[in-house]
């Protein structure tokens, strides 16, 4: 069975975000009296007085984590009217992920096309047309704290359109926004710097893209690659977005998890059985120990190999 890691935010009365969505909880011995009459039933003839729970939500369609059509960043994209979250193809939503780690950055740094490209030379990955690439910044740890919105760096207009032209569809981040936070923004709009204002979000005008706000949980994928994502939003005519529970999937899981104590047990000496799987297993373990891609490939064959003679690293 794989496992699947849950990457969305719940919808939920708590936290300090300055936008809240309401919910109506309505409980099993409240609902007879809304239901009974349109059915021709008392309340009190529904066995113990009981009936299903409901819930009424209103939430807009930009919270908790949301997919964010190329509608909301202009009326046209690449010279054609921009799509709405409904036309968005759902072969966008599902693909290979890859997690680039930039949780180093502080609050109101934006991330360059140059730091994108380091940080694929660090994991040993080349991106492919149709990826969907996961911009970790731990800020998600920090949603229900007040100003939330404001503590995470975002991604330049250089680095999206890099992504974009390696045929990257969607893209997504942990953190509230894609761009840099509104008040680092706005104070370099004032200081004339009027470009700098959702930078990102207005690139969609010249080139289609998605991307996926309000992530969570991308420090806890075991790899950076080697995993699929599904992140499909619910289909709401005419929207400029709409919410999304997405997932990572990680299909080998079982393997990856015993390449630690297959670690151990040939550092004791013991001889194990060796796999292809073992030796991918061993090449993430490099990858997430910080190894160059060179290394990789020959510590992994000989790892899996021979007897392990590397000291061991955790993640």
């Given at each position: 069975m794989p496992k699947i890691i849950d990457l969305s935010v719940s919808v939920s009365l708590k936290g300090n975000l300055k936008v809240m969505p309401q919910i109506i909880y309505r409980k099993h011995e409240e609902t007879p009296r809304f239901f009974g009459e349109s059915i021709g039933i008392q309340p009190e003839e529904f066995p113990e007085g009981k009936y299903c729970a409901a819930e009424v939500v209103t939430l807009g369609t930009h919270n908790p984590t949301p997919l964010d059509a190329p509608y909301p960043f202009y009326p046209t994209s690449e010279g054609k009217p921009a799509k709405t979250i409904d036309q968005i193809p759902l072969e966008?939503?599902?693909?290979?992920?890859?997690?680039?780690?930039?949780?180093?950055?502080?609050?109101?740094?934006?991330?360059?096309?140059?730091?994108?490209?380091?940080?694929?030379?660090?994991?040993?990955?080349?991106?492919?047309?149709?990826?969907?690439?996961?911009?970790?910044?731990?800020?998600?740890?920090?949603y229900h704290e007040p100003g939330y919105e404001y503590m995470h760096p975002g991604m330049t207009r250089e680095a999206t359109r890099w992504l974009t032209e390696q045929g990257i569809k969607v893209m997504g981040t942990d953190a509230w926004g894609w761009d840099r936070p509104f008040d680092t923004m706005v104070a370099d709009f004032k200081a004339g710097k009027k470009e700098q204002l959702w930078e990102s979000h207005y690139f969609g005008k010249e080139k289609e893209y998605c991307h996926i706000e309000r992530l969570a949980n991308l420090d806890k994928i075991p790899k950076p690659f080697g995993f699929k994502v599904a992140a499909f939003p619910i289909k709401i005519e005419g929207a400029s977005a709409g919410w999304v529970r997405a997932v990572a999937i990680l299909e080998d899981y079982k393997v990856f998890s015993q390449t630690i104590t297959f670690s151990r047990r040939a550092r004791r000496g013991r001889r194990v059985k060796i796999?292809?799987?073992?030796?991918?297993?061993?090449?993430?373990?490099?990858?997430?120990?910080?190894?160059?891609?060179?290394?990789?490939?020959?510590?992994?064959?000989?790892?899996?190999?021979?007897?392990?003679?590397?000291?061991?690293?955790?993640?």
């Open positions: 966008w939503c599902y693909g290979d992920g890859v997690v680039l780690d930039f949780h180093h950055k502080k609050k109101g740094e934006g991330i360059s096309a140059h730091e994108v490209q380091q940080a694929l030379k660090k994991i040993g990955y080349t991106l492919k047309p149709w990826d969907i690439v996961l911009i970790r910044t731990d800020t998600y740890k920090r796999t292809k799987n073992t030796q991918d297993s061993f090449f993430f373990l490099y990858v997430l120990c910080g190894l160059e891609a060179g290394e990789r490939k020959a510590l992994a064959y000989r790892q899996a190999s021979e007897i392990c003679t590397q000291p061991y690293q955790p993640f």
